[in-house]
């Protein structure tokens, strides 16, 4: 039985980057795999801009100022974001200014409405009395400061989120070379699952597994299609394996079937179709009976049947695989350290991933357990906010040790 790191190795090694690449309008960007480097052909911003609305100034013309006594200054136009004039500014002259507005020649800051007191006037414009002073260059947006000209924003291999999907849009880049979504197949095994809407009757349990890896496939930004259930037959299984593999598809996930009970099936269906087992059972908890193998270009997973299970196996090793095969080359898990709320014991030799809870207490994480941790019990995950993960070389976790989490 191999350490999750020696297993992860081994799937690495078998992970295959995606060369081929599709283009695509950046509203169906999100969660695809950037293919290209993405350069700024501008400056963001474009221009200088008040970061506020106020008053565009002089700083000189501030120098001094105070409640007791004020700088008066005569306001000569109104800007709104969209606008520019053309004129300059002089000296006691001041500019109403919207947020975003180009900053009017002569000016070199902006001061805020808070600090001001405008007087209108007979004439167009009216006064304001400014009441500090200001320094050069406060409130203002310069141009480049977010990204310069000829600056490389986005990196070939990088995830598209939120934040990208709006550079790209700052930037002027409407379309975008992405790698094709990895095709990810689902096979459920089990005389004991029921579907959704049947009755359930005696031994018969709902088959979460099928459409709780369908949503992760969907999370990673992959294909996932579904080649439906299987009775413990194992033609049966060989049958549908044979027929997924046909599909052209990148990686195949099998749930169940993989442990050492009667009508544990599976490996024995994948070598009679000469497929080669790379691994079966990891030194972890839950998730220990996995299985992986290839054939050609194509990985197979065999997930454990307890949904716990399967679900962290697929985070821990079928994640980091899709990612990779996807053409990412950013880890997918987001770690934290958080303190333990309690003492928990487990045994060494195995690596165990908990599902926790996470507290912030004066900028300080805290972790705690989501309660029972049985491989079977789906509302541990329901309720976590990440993934205690503990090293085979620990036999214990006191209240108050550091200990790593992953973010879910």
């Known amino acids: 039985m191999m350490s999750v790191k020696e297993a992860l190795d081994i799937i690495y090694s078998n992970t295959r980057p995606c060369n081929v690449t599709e283009n695509i309008d950046i509203f169906s ?33 501030t120098k001094k100022a105070t409640k007791a006594y004020p700088k008066v200054l005569r306001i000569v136009a109104d800007l709104a974001a969209g606008y520019s004039i053309k004129r300059r500014l002089k000296h006691n002259e001041t500019v109403r200014i919207m947020t975003g507005a180009v900053l009017p020649y002569g000016a070199d800051c902006v001061i805020k409405k808070e600090d001001v007191k405008e007087v209108s006037s007979k004439k167009k414009h009216g006064y304001i009395y400014v009441f500090k002073e200001v320094e050069c260059t406060e409130n203002i947006r310069y141009a480049g400061e977010d990204v310069k000209k000829g600056e490389k924003v ?11 999907t709006g550079m790209l849009a700052a ?19 089990g005389d004991e699952l029921a579907e959704i809407g049947d009755r359930l009757r005696p031994g018969k349990i709902r088959n979460s597994n099928r459409y709780s890896l369908y949503a992760s496939i969907l999370d990673c930004g ?34 169940g079937g993989v442990s050492v009970g009667e009508y544990d099936y599976v490996k024995g269906a994948l070598a009679d179709l000469g497929v080669k087992i790379k691994f079966w059972q990891v030194a ?20 454990p049947g307890n949904p716990v299970s399967s679900l962290v196996c697929f985070e821990e090793f079928v994640r980091p695989a ?6 990412a080359r950013e880890n997918p898990h987001r770690n934290v350290y958080a303190e333990s709320l309690q003492t928990i014991e487990k045994k060494k ?20 357990l989501t309660g029972p941790q049985g491989s079977g019990i789906l509302k541990s995950l329901v309720l976590a906010d990440g993934i205690m993960v503990l090293p085979e070389e620990l ?14």
């Open 349 to 368: 030799g195995l690596t165990y991933f908990f599902r926790v809870k996470l507290e912030e207490k004066n900028g300080k994480l805290f972790a705690r």
């Open 222 to 255: 992959a294909l996932p299609l579904d080649f439906g259930v299987v009775s413990d037959k194992k033609e049966k299984i060989k049958n549908k394996i044979r027929q997924a593999l046909k599909s052209c598809i990148d990686i195949l996930l099998i749930s």
């Open 29 to 61: 960007s999100y969660s695809r795999i950037l293919a290209q480097d993405i350069y700024s052909k501008d400056n963001i911003p474009p221009f200088n801009n008040s970061a506020m609305d106020g008053f565009a100034v002089i700083a000189m013309d």
């Open 154 to 164: 986005l990196t070939a291999g990088a995830k598209i989120g939120p934040a990208e």
């Open 284 to 303: 972890m908890r839950p998730g220990k009976p996995l299985v992986f193998a290839a054939l050609g270009k194509t990985m197979i997973f065999g997930l």
């Open 322 to 327: 899709i990612m990779q095969r996807a053409g």
């Open 171 to 189: 930037l002027g880049v409407s379309k975008i070379k992405v790698y094709k979504k990895p095709r990810v197949g689902i096979i459920s095994t």
């Open 395 to 408: 036999a214990v976790v006191k209240k108050g040790d550091i200990v790593k989490v992953q973010l879910l």
